[in-house]
């Protein structure tokens, strides 16, 4: 690769990464297949996330002098950087691939602009997503509007019963 062209796609994937609201450094351990790795992008696109697998020293020039400098300590070994604009749409990508896949480990992230750990990664997985959230409130909302009809409707109901029964 030409260096014009490295300055292009450094700047490419530092524009990425500014523009997302979670970075997670994950460690991808040598035996990881490409099978694998697919299944995980696949998996990260359905949660609208991406990863990035990059040298380490590219990922140091994207990330310097920005708030993503945290994650400059893990860049060692083979590493990617997973980013998205859904926290836990990434976060329970990345922790459901890596339960099931040993050679993958979850290092640790930038969370709107703050460093976040491994503990807080997996608790942001634990977290129910945005569609389940608007279920729930859907779900709520109609049983409540069904609870008022049901209160409006049954002294009606209870005087119609009276009257069947007294004729």
């Given at each position: 690769m030409l260096?014009?062209?490295k300055?292009?796609?450094?700047?490419?994937?530092?524009?990425?990464?500014?523009?997302?609201?979670?970075v997670?450094?994950?460690n991808r351990?040598?035996?990881?297949t490409?099978?694998?790795i697919?299944?995980?992008?696949?998996?990260m696109?359905?949660?609208e996330?991406?990863?990035?697998?990059?040298?380490?020293?590219l990922a140091?020039?994207?990330?310097?002098?920005?708030?993503l400098?945290?994650i400059?300590q893990?860049?060692?070994?083979?590493t990617?950087?997973a980013?998205?604009n859904?926290?836990?749409?990434?976060?329970?990508?990345?922790?459901?691939?890596?339960k099931a896949n040993?050679?993958?480990?979850i290092l640790?992230g930038?969370?709107?602009?703050?460093?976040v750990?491994?503990?807080?990664?997996?608790?942001?997985a634990?977290?129910?997503?945005?569609?389940?959230?608007?279920?729930k409130?859907?779900?709520?909302l109609?049983?409540a509007?069904?609870?008022?009809?049901?209160?409006?409707?049954?002294?009606?109901?209870k005087?119609?019963?009276?009257?069947?029964?007294?004729?």
């Amino acid at each position: 690769m030409l260096r014009q062209e490295k300055e292009s796609f450094v700047s490419h994937v530092r524009d990425e990464l500014m523009n997302s609201s979670i970075v997670i450094a994950v460690n991808r351990q040598p035996g990881i297949t490409v099978e694998e790795i697919t299944k995980l992008r696949k998996d990260m696109h359905k949660a609208e996330a991406n990863l990035k697998i990059l040298k380490n020293t590219l990922a140091r020039i994207a990330i310097k002098d920005s708030v993503l400098d945290p994650i400059e300590q893990y860049l060692e070994g083979p590493t990617g950087l997973a980013y998205s604009n859904n926290p836990v749409g990434l976060a329970k990508a990345i922790s459901e691939f890596a339960k099931a896949n040993e050679k993958l480990t979850i290092l640790g992230g930038v969370m709107d602009g703050k460093a976040v750990g491994v503990e807080t990664i997996k608790a942001l997985a634990s977290l129910p997503s945005v569609d389940e959230l608007r279920a729930k409130i859907i779900g709520l909302l109609t049983a409540a509007a069904s609870k008022i009809a049901r209160t409006i409707k049954e002294p009606s109901v209870k005087v119609a019963r009276v009257i069947a029964a007294k004729s």
